[in-house]
């Protein structure tokens, strides 16, 4: 059974910066569309940023131009380079693979705290 599993969550001051990472335990990157999510407390989970199997990203307005998603498929590991952190940052962050439609993703990580206080 294939899992998801991020990493490199935690608790960082306001402008400062996380890596997060997202591993797979079989090769399932390899051709198709990696996400990243956040959900933070009473709100509805909003997408972050996708990357396809070329390469092409795409961010939420919210976090353009200070989140950076890649992929590397030999490693099974999908990231996501936050910098310039705010508060409002602050949220569960969870991956997914194998895009179906639309939110539909096939697999989901557990997720990974992170805190950024002010």
């Known amino acids: 059974q294939v899992q998801l599993v991020e990493s490199g969550g935690g608790l960082v001051q306001a402008g400062g910066s996380l890596r997060l990472a997202c591993a797979a335990s079989?090769?399932?990157?390899?051709?198709?569309?990696l996400g990243w999510y956040r959900q933070a407390p009473a709100k509805q989970r909003e997408l972050v940023a996708t990357?396809?199997?070329?390469?092409?990203?795409n961010y939420a307005d919210s976090v353009n131009g200070r989140f950076t998603i890649s992929r590397d498929n030999a490693k099974n590991t999908m990231y996501l380079q936050m910098n310039s952190l705010k508060p409002e940052d602050t949220a569960v962050y969870y991956c997914?693979?194998?895009?179906?439609?639309?939110?539909?993703?096939?697999?989901w990580g557990k997720g990974t705290q992170v805190t950024v206080s002010s």
């Open positions: 997914a693979a194998d895009r179906l439609v639309g939110i539909v993703w096939k697999y």
């Open positions: 079989g090769s399932i990157f390899s051709g198709r569309a």
């Open positions: 990357i396809t199997s070329g390469g092409t990203t």
